[in-house]
Structures are given as C-alpha cells and as structure tokens.
C-alpha cells in the first residue's frame, strides 16, 4: 500500500502563488510516476500534472491550461511531489488530488482545497 499525504491548499487572490505538497509513505517501492489532479465542483477529475520517478532523469507533462504557470518537481529521495502554482485564476479553483502509479495501480490522496477568488 501507499499513502499520500497532500498539503498546502488555501484561499488566495488571483495573481497569487500556492505551492502543494505530497508525501508518499508505505510501500514507495516501484512508484513510476506521480502527479496533481484537480476536480472543481460538477466537473471531472483531471489531470494538471505528472511527473516520473523511476530513474535520474524526469519527464513531466502538464495540462495544456497550466503550461508556463504551474511546475511540478519531486525530491531527491522521491517521496515528496511538489506543484508550485503561480498567476492563479479563479477557474484552478478545485479540489487538488495526488496520485501515484505502481504497476497497474493507482493510489490517490484525500485532497486538498483550492479556492482562487477574483
């Protein structure tokens, strides 16, 4: 099993930075890639941002509206996945989810909230 311990939502303005946090505990073994997902209310969950972590060199992909605003990174130990928010709209108001892939599995985070008020 794996847990994921997400931090770092809150109430900010447009304009402003966030930066999300997620520690992964447990059997860590094996993950291959984590990410941010983000679920606003009445919609589906979606992805906002992924990033590998099998080996030395990253790949990241993003959602085509956070490209040149939103960052993720990872430790060195490869336990913790940041997202670093920034110019954010009212529209990445949402429920933000981490995820962690291992084999066929997903894990998944309780969520943590993000209200962006205009």
């Known amino acids: 099993q794996v847990q994921l311990v997400e931090s770092g939502g809150d109430l900010v303005q447009a304009g402003e930075s966030l930066r999300l946090s997620c520690a992964a505990s447990g059997s860590i073994f094996a993950i291959s890639a984590m990410g941010w997902y983000r679920q606003a209310a009445g919609k589906q969950r979606e992805l906002v941002a992924a990033?590998?972590?099998?080996?030395?060199?990253?790949?990241?992909n993003y959602a085509n509206s956070v490209k040149g605003r939103f960052t993720i990174s990872r430790d060195n130990a490869k336990t913790t996945v940041y997202l670093q928010m920034n110019s954010l709209k009212p529209e990445d108001t949402a429920v933000y989810y981490c995820?962690?892939?291992?084999?066929?599995?997903?894990?998944w985070g309780q969520g943590t909230q993000v209200t962006v008020s205009s």
């Open positions: 995820n962690a892939k291992k084999g066929p599995l997903n894990y």
């Open positions: 990033i590998t972590t099998g080996g030395s060199t990253n790949y990241a």
